[in-house]
């Protein structure tokens, strides 16, 4: 008995090094945006919030730094229709730091060469109260070249936005904040069991979905010719690149946006509760989409979304 559990504690270590081996030219890991209610201005009205972006990048690949600075796009419009409004620029990162990446199950050893990495941009801005929504968005390229559950990974861009509704600005709204990073590495036919839940100092109701992430940006002026503040490039310029975004596109017909990893039983996210779980049993890198709706009195004001990466060794 001894022998075997041995055997599988080495095969298990085995696929870990042969598929993390195999990551070259990683860099966007995933990210969110979420935004906080400062003070409302009845007379002007006028509402300032502090907007939080939190990125993750890998961190030993080689691949790009953060931006320092970074610029950010604010739009407004209803129904999916954006009009630019202004640039926030050189925005400074902020509270780099290493993300511990250890896992208490026996069956992984990472590697001394993965690594994440955390930065997190900070700013406030003062916008008129209107009947329409504010979209503030980051957009770059790109993401890890081994993802597998997407078309063309390496030359697809991510666009990480808050929208602020306008129930959410007339109520003095404050987004849900996610409680946890996910596991960057978790076993293949084992138990996820991750709780991706959100915390809301408003006490709203809070719905949990998968999600499709949304690209933007391209490989111009870094790894082809072009511009790299092109539509196409992989640092948009945010006056010239308005959303809405593409969402990726999945490699079906396996994968999806709510079957982002397969698995038996089928990855999945519990609606009420946050609660990642199933059975991944498919090694790979996946990239996964987490939506959190908000709702206040049975009204939906708001959306917090993520997007972030399992390796399944």
């Known amino acids: 008995m001894h022998s075997i559990n041995r055997i599988i504690t080495l095969l298990c270590l085995f696929m870990t090094f042969f598929w993390i081996s195999r990551m070259d030219g990683l860099h966007i890991i995933g990210g969110d945006v979420v935004y906080k209610c400062i003070t409302r201005d009845t007379v002007r009205n006028e509402i300032e919030y502090e907007i939080v972006f939190t990125m993750y990048r890998d961190s030993r690949s080689g691949g790009a730094q953060f931006d320092d600075p970074a610029n950010f796009g604010i739009y407004r419009g209803l129904g999916g229709s954006w009009r630019f409004e202004r640039t926030v620029a050189g925005i400074r990162v902020e509270n780099v730091a290493d993300i511990d990446i250890a896992t208490n199950n026996p069956c992984i050893l990472v590697p001394v060469n993965v690594g994440v990495q955390r930065g997190v941009y900070t700013f406030t801005v003062r916008l008129p109260i209107i009947n329409e929504s504010y979209l503030i968005s980051y957009q770059r390229c790109c993401r890890n070249n081994t993802i597998l559950n997407i078309v063309n990974p390496g030359g697809t861009g991510a666009a990480f936005t808050t929208e602020i509704t306008p129930e959410a600005q007339k109520l003095c709204n404050n987004s849900p904040v996610f409680n ?43 790894t082809t010719p072009g ?35 397969g698995g038996n039983p089928v990855v999945y996210l519990d609606q009420f509760t946050g609660l990642i779980g199933g059975v991944p049993n498919l090694l790979g890198q996946y990239v996964v989409g987490v939506c959190v709706k908000e709702f206040r009195n049975g009204v939906l004001i708001g959306t917090l979304k993520r997007d972030f990466q399992f390796n399944v060794t």
């Open 180 to 222: 946890n990073f996910p596991p960057v590495v978790i076993c293949v036919n084992r138990e996820i069991n991750f709780d991706h839940s959100a915390r809301d100092i408003d006490g709203d109701s809070l719905v949990y979905e998968f999600c499709s992430p949304v690209t933007a940006g391209g490989t111009d002026g870094a």
């Open 227 to 261: 511009s790299p503040t092109s539509c196409t490039g992989v640092t948009p310029s945010p006056q010239n690149c308005i959303p809405p975004y593409r969402d990726v596109t999945f490699a079906s017909p396996l994968f999806s946006s709510n079957t982002t990893m």
